[in-house]
């Protein structure tokens, strides 16, 4: 295949080539002549499955006949002469067996490092230790770094770096994947110096960024009929700047690691031959070779890119260049994501390849999600997180099931996953059961539910047949599984898979039901099914720690759902790009920290202490990036695609494209001018993607409500607190009594204000109950024992609990001393009363619940309201706080047993330590808050009023529970509202 040669044989295709078709190209060209049988001696590697099944896809194409055996540089390990090697750790055994020993030093030194940190830091271990054992640097020589003024912090990553070690050495019980890669390579080099095969090996598509890799790729350009083919090679790089990318040390911050072209550098020295050299692979033009140039001068090296100044003017067909380039610059990334889709949809009409290439996996979401629209599934090289898919989701509720106490959301969770109750028919049944107990139980009374309150609502549904045994499978299937203590890992999985095939099987059904099924089930499976081997590997955990590892080991993989994608839309990461071709390329997410991504903080060791050990520098992955960016660009037609502003701040223009864009501002009028173009052709299909949103009518914005509904509609009965809201938000009474809508509780019920109330006034109620015949001599203590049991009664949050106790324990002096001088007033007598009474207009009725009302010595009635905040102030109560007041004349008129005069009102604010604001009441005052009251019931029961929305609201920030359905927004308090009658 291949003339001999005294230099390794290391060969290229340019940049805007397509690498798969090319190389298939390239090996034809050379086996020209020879029969057709020679290709199938020919061995090919290759870097990742997708360009495996590319290559034999195009030699498919090429219709019958033989083709070479295509390989992954990663199934090195399983030739027939790597036999004798000890089988590699799973990588699953090797983190748990990392986390134990991370575990057992925590133990041992807690001021290490937190515990929560656990497989954080088995993880990172984990990486540090592959890394490692494929650049070739043992742990001696991480420990005889110079560590500076870093002494503390280098103990402590001694004392973890000593955990791996024993990983150094290649015996069955230690010999991770990694080490057995480098093992293998070691091994084949040595077998291939004095027996060098005599069939074609080629390596393809790689840049030999990892230790071993470019060891292998060494060792085959050194063969008599071997070759390496270097994707995304830039033939217009001058030689001053290869030799630029070498020439400065690894930790100067101005060095070439970010560069794209600076692994084909290393990997030429590493062979003994100049990057000039390379030369081409297969006859395969450029899609652009303009633009090849202007890319090319734009990602020259920090230190020469005043070359700009020189060279950029002298840049020629810079409007060829930019013909085929759209910038794309979005005002958010939902925008950004509806004009990809846009133009994705218009290629697949064309009948073209499109591909949408991004590390962004939020931003691929959302343009599967646009695509949708048109009812097109991309082809997504990544898929789904499995964390993300219907059995992920359900594997991750149940371990939080195990490791905390459920709550009423957390129930309806898994009550309501797709996959629950999935190996029945009935399932509607259950949908339906589930629907009941929400709003009758969960919705803000059962923050924490049980097995006993299950049953006695199932009791008291009398037409159910089965409703007994579907709670019976709830208790056991959801309620019955917090166990947050620690047990073996092999424990946890099995409680965990048991309790999940339950879920998802239903009451007294067999099997698993839905869980494993589909692609996302079968990844699901084989993941847990593996952590089930390995648990011996795993000791003993909390429940906690299980659900993070479960959470973990669920958020690294990925499912892809092989059936159905449009063959033209494809969806590839920045690594499947390289080696890719498509008729339209959009690079997309093109900011700062996601294009490329920032480094991830290292916990071992900084970038000096990485490049004097021998170790791959943080700049790595950006060069890396650099280079698919650099590969990907110079196609035919390309997007280049970004967002002005994320979900919380504005975005930074990723580096690559700030360079070209400031090239091309400077360079010349003719690049001003492509740029604009570029810029323009952005616009406007961001202008396609909004009209895309918008109706085809403009419908006009609601105005400010004030229904009118007929006089026989509107109600007939308030309470003394609703009375507040029709004066306030008269819409609030409409919605709630003419059409009687109610708000629904919360699912997650908090500790919130109305909670402390309804506990405070219990606290109070039964103190006064206890005491009504005088206070004790400790009184005090007497309230925080009440206060104790009430707490641990209605407010099921430790946390809350104490917060609340603590407020209680401050006001419980003043509240027994301002105690002492109501009992000077009068005793005790209704607590917590109910009562009705016609009062305003005949036939309506005014209904409350006094707090407290004491009896004076003088057969005098003193009315009591406690508040948890603070009182009302004079002008609030003269205008909108009748409550009291109302209370009175419901009193006078035997609301609350016999007819009573009341001599004294008054509101015991007990928030910010304490106050009282009363007044003394007259028969005449009392009969003035009735006229009033009367007044107010003309105006709203006459069919002509309309209950105006948000009419005198407290604060504008106020939210109403009906504003959705007044369409506030549409309209501000500054409208005028008009009654419109409804209803008739």
């Known amino acids: 295949m291949f003339d001999p040669m005294d230099s390794p044989r290391v060969m290229a295709t340019p940049l805007g080539v397509d690498f798969s078709s090319a190389l298939v190209e390239g090996i034809a060209e050379r086996l020209a002549g020879q029969p057709p049988e020679a290709i199938a001696r020919v061995e090919l590697y290759v870097n990742t499955a997708r360009t495996q099944r590319r290559l034999k896809a195009l030699y498919e194409a090429r219709g019958a006949g033989f083709m070479p055996r295509i390989r992954l540089v990663t199934d090195l390990a399983r030739r027939p002469d790597m036999a004798g090697l000890p089988p590699a750790l799973p990588p699953l055994r090797l983190r748990l067996q990392l986390s134990q020993l991370v575990s057992g030093l925590l133990d041992q030194q807690k001021d290490l490092a937190p515990r929560s940190s656990l497989y954080g830091l088995s993880d990172s271990l984990a990486t540090l230790l592959g890394e490692m054992q494929e650049e070739g640097v043992a742990p001696e020589a991480i420990a005889a770094l110079d560590v500076g003024d870093h002494a503390t912090h280098w103990q402590r990553t001694q004392a973890f770096l000593k955990i791996v070690a024993p990983y150094f050495v290649t015996d069955a019980e230690h010999l991770s994947v990694e080490a057995r890669q480098a093992a293998v390579v070691d091994r084949l080099t040595s077998l291939w110096g004095p027996a060098p095969p005599d069939h074609p090996i080629l390596v393809a598509g790689s840049t030999g960024s990892r230790g071993p890799t470019a060891r292998f790729m060494a060792a085959v350009a050194a063969l008599p009929q071997g070759a390496v083919i270097l994707p995304g090679f830039d033939f217009d790089q001058p030689r001053a700047v290869w030799d630029g990318l070498l020439s400065r040390p690894d930790h100067d911050l101005t060095g070439g690691e970010d560069h794209p072209q600076f692994r084909f550098a290393r990997f030429a020295a590493q062979v003994g031959i100049h990057p000039c050299d390379i030369p081409r692979w297969s006859r395969d033009t450029p899609a652009n070779t303009a633009r090849n140039r202007l890319i090319s001068l734009a990602l020259r090296p920090a230190p020469v890119t005043d070359q700009w100044l020189q060279e950029g003017p002298g840049l020629t067909e810079v409007g060829e260049a930019a013909a085929g380039l759209t910038l794309v610059q979005a005002e958010s990334p939902g925008q950004e994501a509806a004009a990809i889709a846009l133009r994705l949809r218009k290629a697949a009409e064309e009948g073209r390849t499109a591909a949408l290439i991004t590390p962004d996996r939020v931003l691929s979401r959302q343009v599967r999600a646009a695509l949708e629209r048109w009812r097109i599934e991309p082809d997504d090289s990544a898929g789904e997180p499995l964390s993300l898919t219907a059995p992920g989701r ?153 659900r993070d590892l479960v959470t973990a080991l669920l958020a690294a993989e990925e499912a892809r759902d092989p059936l159905a994608p449009h063959p033209g839309v494809m969806i590839w990461g920045t690594l499947e790009a390289r080696v890719m071709g498509a008729d339209l390329v959009i690079l997309a997410g093109l900011n700062e920290g996601t294009w490329p991504q920032a480094p991830g903080a290292d916990p071992w060791l900084n970038r000096k202490m990485r490049a004097e050990a021998g170790l791959r520098l943080p700049d790595r992955t950006i060069g890396l990036s650099a280079h698919d960016f650099q590969q990907s660009v110079a196609g035919a037609e390309v997007w280049l695609s970004r967002s002005r502003r994320d979900a919380e701040t504005e975005t930074v223009p990723s580096r690559w494209l700030n360079r ?91 500790p919130d204000a109305p909670l402390r109330g309804t506990v405070l006034h219990a606290v109070l109620h039964d103190f006064i109950e206890q005491t009504r015949a005088g206070l004790p001599d400790a009184p005090e203590a007497l309230l925080m024992e009440i206060a104790e049991r009430v707490l641990e009664d209605q407010a099921p949050w430790p946390a809350a609990r104490r917060l609340w106790r603590a407020r209680i324990a401050r006001i419980a002096p003043w509240f027994v001393a301002t105690e002492r001088a109501r009992r000077q007033l009068g005793r005790p007598d209704l607590l917590e009363v109910r009562g009705a009474a016609e009062i305003g207009r005949k036939g309506f009725t005014l209904s409350a619940m006094a707090d407290r009302i004491d009896r004076a010595p003088d057969g005098q009635v003193l009315i009591y309201d406690y508040k948890t905040g603070s009182a009302p102030s004079d002008k609030q109560e003269k205008a909108f706080n009748k409550q009291l007041w109302l209370e009175a004349a419901m009193a006078a008129k035997g609301a609350f047993g016999e007819e009573m005069q009341t001599a004294r009102i008054a509101y015991v604010a007990l928030g910010s330590g304490g106050k009282i604001r009363d007044h003394a009441v007259t028969p005449a005052e009392v009969a003035e808050i009735e006229r009033g009251f009367s007044r107010l019931l003309d105006h709203y029961l006459n069919e002509n009023s309309g209950f105006t929305s948000r009419y005198a609201m ?31």
């Open 954 to 984: 407290e604060e504008m920030k106020f939210e109403g529970d009906y504003d959705h359905l007044a369409r506030f927004g549409e309209w501000d308090e500054t409208q005028e509202a008009r009654p419109v009658r409804v209803g008739r």
């Open 394 to 546: 359900l594997l991750r509720h149940v371990a939080e099931a195990l490791s905390r106490k459920l709550t009423a959301e957390d129930l309806l969770i898994l009550l309501k996953h797709p996959l629950t109750h999935s190996g029945r028919d009935d399932r509607g049944q259950h949908l339906l059961r589930t629907r009941d107990l929400e709003l009758d139980l969960l919705r803000g009374e059962m923050p924490f539910p049980n097995r006993a309150q299950l049953v006695d609502w199932a009791a008291k549904r009398g037409r159910d047949p089965g409703v007994m045994a579907w709670v019976d499978w709830v208790e056991t299937a959801a309620l019955g599984l917090f166990a947050p203590g620690a047990e073996p890992l092999g424990d946890h999985v099995a409680r965990h898979l048991s309790a999940t095939r339950r879920l998802a099987a239903g009451p007294e059904a067999e099997g698993e039901g839905a869980l494993w099924q589909k692609a996302e089930g079968e990844a699901a499976r084989k993941l847990m099914d593996s952590l089930q081997e390995e648990a011996e590997a795993g000791g003993a955990m909390t429940a906690a720690e299980y």
């Open 660 to 750: 070209i864009v400031n090239l091309m501002k400077g360079a010349s009028e003719e690049s001003r001018a492509a740029l604009a173009a570029m810029e323009a052709r952005g616009a406007q299909w961001l202008s396609w993607a909004a009209r895309l949103d918008e109706p085809e009518t403009r419908v006009p914005p609601a105005t400010r409500p004030a229904p009118a509904p007929p006089a026989e509609q509107r109600p007939d009965r308030l309470s003394v607190t609703q009375v507040e809201k029709l004066i306030r938000d008269p819409y609030w009474v409409y919605a709630r009594k003419v059409l009687d809508l109610e708000p629904l509780t919360p699912v997650r019920q908090q």
